[in-house]
């Protein structure tokens, strides 16, 4: 069986909606763990209610990130994966760790890349009056949002959107998008 870590650090709506279609039979895969930097992220809960082991490694423990992300990959080594979801893990990776796991790690950008990098990509879409907005799975190399694009979802921006509006649209493409990217790579693999 395909093997997938999923890493977040908040509410995990995109690792329920990878669990909810991995129940359906939509994505031929297990979940084998899931790891949280903070203590508090609701997806600790959702994993604990799935049955997955359910991991909390808060980086403000650790001198600096590549003690971090040494301590992480060890853990992430252990479950032996093919596959590092990315799903609202608010860290950025050290270079050797994306090395390490080369062609292994996906994320997903709430922005149609590669367009707006980084923070505040609702708001960077309103701003400058784009009629459409969405989410990005990409591979992760050590470039910021850089890496090759798996699948996009767009959405349109309408008329009186603020911030708030706009996310929960792309949040919903988001949670179409996440689960097929994720059975592509498993077919491509
Ligand atoms: C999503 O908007 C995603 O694009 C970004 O972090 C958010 C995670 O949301 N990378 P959730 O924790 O899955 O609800």
Known sequence: MFKIVVLLSGEGSNLQAIINQI????????????????????????????????????????????????????????????LIVLAGFMRILSDGFVEKFQNKIINIHPSLLPKYKGLHTHKRAIENGDEEHGATVHFVVPTLDSGEAILQGVVPVKKGDTEESLAQRVHEIEHIIYPQAIQKVIGQT
């Open 23 to 82: 129940d359906l039979g939509n994505i031929e895969a297990e979940i084998v763990a899931v790891i949280s930097n903070r203590a508090d992220a609701n997806g600790l809960n959702r994993a604990e209610k799935a049955g997955i082991p359910n991991i909390v490694l808060e980086h403000i423990h650790f001198s600096d990130r590549e003690a971090f992300d040494q301590s992480l990959a060890q853990i992430i080594d252990s479950y032996e994966p093919d």
